[in-house]
């Protein structure tokens, strides 16, 4: 039997290493989407099988007899004994979001070889090996969360820094994801009307499930549901009727401000009105198109147009600045490593968890699921053609404002697109041009759109619908993270401000309430008014941005992670986090200095302001600035980012040095090696206490 | 018959779980199992004090 075994996983191993192979040196020809989908489920299967065994038996020793705290401190509200499959799903609807989703598609400007394999080394290295350390280790700590076991493991100027980070990668990671839904409506009144509905079809919900049938959270969904769809085909209608699409045709401008008053409003309004009704609808919309888009690749299976490896390699790509290393590890964060799922395995999962070692499964499982949506998202870009992914995805500033300056742009660069192709793409879509929509979320719809109808059939106007609906749950998934994180945010800044000034701490005090969302949404804002404006179309400074505070965040797991590791006793394990650790920091040094100190103005934030500086004291506006006014504005911001990225990187600095200090009095002998877990206690009762 | 109302009834409470909708059923048991005497939160303070516990910290949601 053992040696069966055996020899299915060496298959597996062979199948695995095959397809990576396929990937990586079939030249000249499409490969088959289907290499890539066997390169990943192979290298996870064995990730699964050997390496989350590993970890769940020699680093942690995971016991199901030891009571977990949803057993011990079991309170019917927070801890919960819960079954692992539902702990699955609500873990992986937590972690999940636009993350992995846009990150995957902007990377494939350097061509899918580099992108599929970060997103599964990195996961079965790096990222699934965090989710499961922290969620073990904040299991044996009754449920603590990683800002607490970093003051209490490592120190408390760690803990204090990792606090204040937390804070900051919030406002970049709104501030981003706001930036892609105002790029995704900008000039599209069918896309614009459908998301604006899903507000209020929320506060329908919300309304429902308060006055008319209270708790009845599934009637509610379904329910909302409908009228998602209803939304819709309302959006088609007023793009249709020319004086109502006008009326709906907004600016980037608009739309920004917009969404900041959205933010403002979802953070001060009671939560069962908009939040937790946009919450469920958003938890069946993301599993159902993630299933979908399964689907939808498995049945086309579509050739990989996007070469192996492009020439942007070197830096000079369109889309972000920078070369492969390190910025392709910097863009692609969710999917492979998001420290981000730090917060929720050491928040609502551990509290939940019925047995121990049920913590492989949705410690590391559920990050392997979330990995595998990036995979999705990176074929559904390179399935497009090179000409029309970067004629979507480049700013304005390489492609000029038409379809023909476009073409022209792209025949440059070695691909091939006509501008009549990309005319009648945009009218297949129901857009009036799909020029420079950069984000990566109208490039992600219109790989969907397009994977779904080869994969059903249909005519154009079906094409139409789907993209419509790729982008809509886009917007769904997107506005979520906003509104949460909003609100999360302001309670972060009254719990910083609380000792300054009491009163400001108190979160039923309507003036600090209205004070502090103001504060955290003009934060935000600022970065998405900047992005707004900004003529290279702002993702390509914020998201790198994003990449490196969200990575910023893994490299604190990971530091509490190996402290608690060598705490335990676990010395010679400790490589299991310190491997990704390293290169975390490798990355987002050197990341963070290139767009520091870079002297070239497209990478580094202060060559930028330089260029721009000599601009205005030569009385020059550079291309697509409109006024001296917002060239002095991108200055600002420009040192902004400067000033935001070295404290990012000082923040790594910090709380690296704090826990090398406590390893070392550790493993030296010079403090002993006392783990902080809660002493075992053996399991009682049965599932359903 | 039974069976696949059950089997229904199941699956919602499935899917109201992984959706993270708050169970009033499994807390009313709790409070009878693990604190007899005590009078449990009515359904819809309940439902606001999940709602509350959800939403005003970090740790339920990501990017």
């Known amino acids: 039997m053992r040696v069966v075994a055996a020899l299915g996983w060496l298959l597996v191993a062979i199948a695995g290493a095959g397809a990576l192979g396929v990937l990586a040196l079939r030249r000249g020809e499409n490969v088959s989407a289907a290499w890539l989908l066997v390169a990943a489920l192979c290298t996870y299967a064995i990730g699964y099988r050997f390496y989350s065994a590993f970890i769940a038996a020699r680093i942690f020793a995971l016991d199901d007899a030891r009571a977990t705290p949803s057993e011990r401190l079991s309170d019917g509200r927070d801890y919960v004994p819960t079954n692992r499959w539902i702990v699955f799903g609500h873990h992986f609807a937590a972690i999940a979001g636009p993350g992995p989703l846009v990150g995957p598609t902007l990377a494939a400007q350097f061509g899918y070889l580099p992108g599929v394999i970060w997103i599964v080394v990195g996961v079965v290295l ?3 090996v965090q989710d499961m350390v922290i969620l073990c280790a904040s299991i044996r700590r009754d449920g603590k969360s990683l800002g607490q076991m970093a003051k209490e493991e490592i120190g408390p100027v760690a803990g204090f820094t990792a606090l204040v980070a937390v804070l900051g990668i919030m406002v970049v990671l709104i501030a981003v994801l706001a930036l892609v839904v105002v790029n995704a409506l900008k000039s599209s009144p069918w896309g614009t009307v459908t998301i604006g509905l899903t507000i209020p079809i929320a506060m329908l919900m919300g309304l429902y499930l308060r006055w008319l049938r209270p708790g009845r959270v599934l009637e509610a969904s379904a329910i909302g549901l409908v009228l998602l769809v209803v939304a819709l085909y309302a959006g088609r209608w007023v793009a249709q009727q020319p004086a109502l699409a006008a009326a709906f045709t907004l600016s980037g401008k608009t739309l920004a401000i917009l969404v900041m008053v959205y933010g403002f409003a979802a953070s001060v309004l009671p939560v069962w009105l908009l939040l937790a009704p946009r919450d ?9 198109v993630v299933v979908a888009l399964a689907l939808g690749i498995l049945i086309a299976l579509p050739p990989l147009q996007m070469p192996a490896l492009t020439r942007f390699t070197d830096g000079t790509g369109p889309i972000f600045a920078g070369a492969l290393f390190p910025f392709a590890f910097i863009t692609i964060a969710c999917g492979s490593i998001s420290g981000f799922h730090a917060l929720i395995a050491s928040g609502t999962t551990p509290k939940l968890l019925e047995r121990e070692r049920d913590a492989r499964m949705i410690g590391y499982g559920a990050m392997l699921m979330e990995s595998f949506v990036a995979v999705m998202a990176l074929i559904a870009a390179c399935a497009l053609t090179p000409g029309v992914y970067f004629a979507i995805n480049a700013p304005v500033a390489a492609l000029g404002p038409t379809a023909q300056t476009a073409a022209a742009a792209i025949a440059n660069w070695g691909f091939v697109v006509t501008p009549t192709e990309l005319e009648q793409l945009a009218k297949q879509v129901g857009e009036t041009s799909l020029l420079s929509r950069t984000g990566g979320a109208p490039s992600l719809a219109v790989g969907m759109a397009h994977l779904f109808s080869s994969a059903l059939g249909g005519s154009d106007g079906a094409m139409a619908l789907w993209y419509h609906f790729a982008l809509m749950f886009e917007a769904l998934f997107i506005l979520t993270t906003l509104d949460a ?25 309507m003036p600090a309430t209205v004070l502090s969302s103001a504060l955290i949404v003009a934060m935000w804002g600022h970065f998405l008014w900047q992005g ?17 505070s969200n990575q910023l965040l893994a490299a604190v797991a990971l530091c509490v992670g190996t402290t608690i590791i060598i705490k335990m006793g676990k010395a010679r394990y400790a490589w299991a986090t310190l491997l990704p650790l ?13 767009k520091l100190f870079s002297s070239e103005p497209k990478l580094g934030f202060l060559a930028r302001a330089h260029v721009l500086q000599a601009a205005r004291a030569a009385g020059t506006l550079p291309p697509g600035v409109k006024s001296a006014s917002e060239l002095s504005q991108m200055i600002a911001n420009d040192y902004l980012d400067a000033a935001v990225t070295a404290f990012f990187l000082i923040s790594v600095v910090v709380i690296l040095a704090d826990s090398a200090r406590e390893w070392y009095a550790v493993v030296s002998g010079a403090k002993a090696a006392r783990s902080t877990e809660v002493p075992f206690q053996p399991r009682v009762f049965a599932a359903g206490d | ?19 993270g909708a708050p169970d009033y059923e499994q807390y009313l048991l709790h409070v009878a199992r693990r604190h007899p005497g005590c009078a449990p939160l009515s359904r819809d303070e309940f439902a606001r004090d999940a709602l509350a516990r959800r939403y005003d910290r970090p740790g339920s949601r990501c990017c």
């Open chain 1, 126 to 128: 790096g990222g699934a």
């Open chain 1, 280 to 288: 469920y609808l958003s938890a069946f919309v993301k599993i159902g």
């Open chain 1, 485 to 509: 994180g909003t609100r999360v945010g302001r309670f972060m800044l009254q719990d910083l401000g609380r000792h300054v000034w009491p009163a400001f701490g108190r979160t039923s005090w």
């Open chain 1, 532 to 548: 707004v404006i900004d003529p290279l179309g702002g993702v390509n400074s914020l998201w790198p941005l994003f990449g490196i």
């Open chain 1, 582 to 594: 390293a290169w975390l920091v490798i990355v987002t040094m050197t990341a963070g200095v290139v």
């Open chain 2, 1 to 19: 018959m039974r069976t696949i109302v059950g089997f229904v009834q199941r699956a919602a409470w499935v899917l109201r779980r992984v959706i």
